[in-house]
């Protein structure tokens, strides 16, 4: 397969919930402080669960977000 062909299977498979990383980089906060209370955020945010799901970097960033959030406050 060559890599506009490898793009557009990956395309294709994209669920249509996904909000794409705009639109997750505006809410990727509060989804690191649901996650970080215990709340199902993927109940809550289904477009960003499934954005993370097939983006890396976004994914990378909300676990960046979340260590900080358990590390500022560590009762959580």
Same mark, same amino acid.
């Given at each position: 397969?060559?890599?506009?062909?490898?793009?557009?299977?990956?395309?294709?498979?994209?669920?249509?919930?996904?909000?794409?990383?705009?639109?997750?980089?505006?809410?990727?906060?509060?989804? #690191?402080?649901? $996650? =970080?209370?215990?709340?199902?955020? +993927? *109940?809550?945010?289904? %477009? !960003? #669960?499934?954005? $993370? =799901?097939?983006?890396?970097?976004? +994914? *990378?960033?909300?676990? %960046? !977000?979340?260590?900080?959030?358990?590390?500022?406050?560590?009762?959580?």
């Amino acid at each position: 397969m060559t890599g506009w062909q490898e793009d557009l299977e990956r395309f294709l498979a994209t669920d249509p919930r996904d909000v794409g990383c705009d639109e997750a980089m505006d809410v990727m906060h509060i989804y #690191a402080e649901l $996650l =970080a209370a215990g709340v199902d955020a +993927a *109940e809550r945010y289904p %477009g !960003l #669960a499934s954005h $993370l =799901a097939s983006c890396g970097p976004c +994914a *990378e960033d909300v676990e %960046g !977000l979340l260590a900080a959030v358990r590390e500022h406050d560590p009762e959580i």
